[in-house]
């Protein structure tokens, strides 16, 4: 079998030398350390306010809910995964952002088009050192021909792109092209031509920093490895090199890279899901410790990290004006008003079009959602194209097929109002917040509190107990007493405690007033 490996490997990287080839890498911009794992009870056993909980990984790799570091096999298995070739161009670009506009799409309005086209170079400027310097928007009526565009604009794009010598690279911005039209555009217009599915996968590659995160966007590649794989299999069997078998295994060298393909497919699911079980582990003990958990969702850069870091006040937190610098699911620690300790899980943003693939690849990592008490869902009021966003986000959670009492109770939270002259909400069934000032941040948490104690069916109740008596030993056991405070001149005190429903019946029947 070692043997097999040693022979398939060069032919795979001949193979996809003459695709993606090594002549397509981008530097990553370097990413600010983030703070390490962060024990989330205090010594008094409660979560402490402000605290960072890593999901369960360190920077210096995956640590076992016991404290124990991986198998060693199987670290060094998942960082064989996770070798990958490189995507894009080695240098910075100058691109030229072309935006396909489908006539006779149903509801298609001129501003959409602006917004797409804006968002399309924003994924650009995401990249470190690439920059627009030219965008297009030409009409078409065949978007899934090989040319993309009818006879009479692609001879005029042809002349413009190969006209102007600023252009080093073309942006497609269609979700993904076949390996034809890729090959057709490149040598009709002798630059490099990337969809938004490379675009995408590239930034998402620079900011994904845990193994998770990297070995969901190396299971996202397979399929574009595969396609490069077909195209360049299909030109070496015109030039008469494609059917050669190796070793005499009876498998020609493509069969053979298909196979390798497929086996590393069957391994990085092995290892997500070994990943998976783990968050599992972690998400029952957050059970245990009975953390109301939040889950903040939002189209990308809408300013998810922004707000959990005014809620919390953790410092450690680095936000980021720029597309998908969140990919890696992390818990923060925060305090509501009554002193209940919850935990905000900051998750990956959302995007209209994003690829089938990567929405597949990190289903995972939107299952905290799932299991979510209160999902809080933040929008970026200053956005020209604020609707749309919600209705790609609202799209994304409907097929995450959440319990319907978790998608109806979904607090709607409008950030940035503090740059919409004039803004007024539209209702009291939305927040209006600033997360950059701090404006409207009481009136979250205060809605927030009665959202997670109706999600968990709790209740925030002051008694007048007997200090020492049973009572109030009773309720240390089975509820969070959060305040203690003793009358003058008796042996009496006012106790609140955060306790469910169940608990305080159980609690009435045993010592009846």
């Known amino acids: 079998m070692a043997a097999t490996r040693a022979a398939v490997r060069p032919a795979l990287r001949l193979l ?65 995964l996770l070798s990958r070739e490189p995507l894009l161009p080695a240098a910075a670009q100058r691109v030229c952002v072309l935006h396909p506009d489908v006539r006779g799409r149903a509801g298609r309005k001129a501003h959409d088009t602006e917004c797409q086209v804006a968002e399309a170079a924003a994924l650009v400027r995401a990249l470190h050192g690439w920059s627009v310097v030219r965008t297009l928007v030409v009409p078409t009526g065949v978007p899934d021909s090989k040319f993309v565009f009818g006879k009479g604009n692609f001879q005029e794009l042809t ?33 490099h031509v990337l969809d938004r599915f490379t675009i995408v996968l590239h930034i998402f590659r620079c900011n994904a920093r845990t193994r998770e995160a990297r070995l969901q966007l190396a299971l996202a590649e397979i399929p574009l490895l595969r396609s490069t794989l077909s195209s360049c299999s299909a030109r070496l069997d015109k030039q008469g090199r494609g ?37 599992s582990v972690l998400r029952k003990q957050r059970l245990r410790r009975e953390f109301p958990i939040v889950s903040v969702i939002g189209y990308t850069n809408c300013g998810k990290t922004t707000l959990i870091k005014a809620l919390t006040g953790e410092a450690t937190m680095q936000p980021c004006d720029q597309l998908f610098t969140t990919l890696d699911v992390t818990a923060h620690a925060g305090l509501l008003p009554s002193c209940m300790p919850i935990l905000y899980m900051d998750t990956i943003g959302f995007l209209s079009q994003l690829p089938h693939s990567l929405i597949q690849s990190f ?36 097929g995450l097929q959440l319990r319907p009492a978790l998608f109806n109770s979904m607090l709607e939270v409008h950030n940035k109002v503090d740059l919409v002259p004039g803004y007024r909400p539209p209702g009291h069934h939305v927040l209006a917040v600033s997360a950059l000032l701090g404006h409207g941040l009481d009136k979250l948490k205060a809605t927030l509190e009665e959202s997670v104690l109706q999600a968990t069916d709790r209740r925030v109740l002051t008694l007048c107990l007997r200090l020492g008596g049973p009572q109030l030993c009773w309720l240390y056991k089975e509820a969070k007493v959060q305040q203690v405070q003793e009358l003058p001149k008796t042996d009496m005190a006012h106790v609140t405690v955060i306790i469910s429903q169940a608990t305080y019946g159980r609690f009435r029947k045993l010592f009846p007033e």
């Open 159 to 191: 002349e413009k792109i190969k006209g102007s010598v600023d252009i080093t690279c073309v942006f497609l911005n269609v979700e993904k092209m076949t390996a034809l039209t890729k090959k057709t555009l490149q040598t009709a217009w002798g630059v």
């Open 243 to 279: 059917s050669r078998y190796i070793m005499g295994s009876g498998e020609s060298s493509t069969e053979l890279c298909q196979r390798t393909l497929k086996e590393k497919e069957a391994k990085i699911r092995r290892a997500l899901e070994r990943l998976r079980d783990k968050r």
């Open 363 to 398: 289903s995972t990592t939107l299952e905290d959602v799932v299991h979510s008490d209160v999902i809080l869902h933040v929008r970026d009021m200053s956005h020209p194209n604020t609707e749309q966003q919600k209705a790609s986000v609202l799209s994304t959670l409907r």
């Open 16 to 80: 996809l030398s003459r695709g993606l080839a090594p002549r397509y890498a981008t530097p990553c911009p370097p990413q600010p350390a983030r703070a390490g794992s962060v024990d989330i009870r205090s010594p008094c056993g409660r979560i402490r306010s402000g605290s960072h909980v890593r999901s369960w990984e360190s920077r210096a790799g995956v640590v076992r809910e016991d404290g124990e570091e991986p198998e060693e096999e199987e670290e060094e298995e998942e960082e064989e």
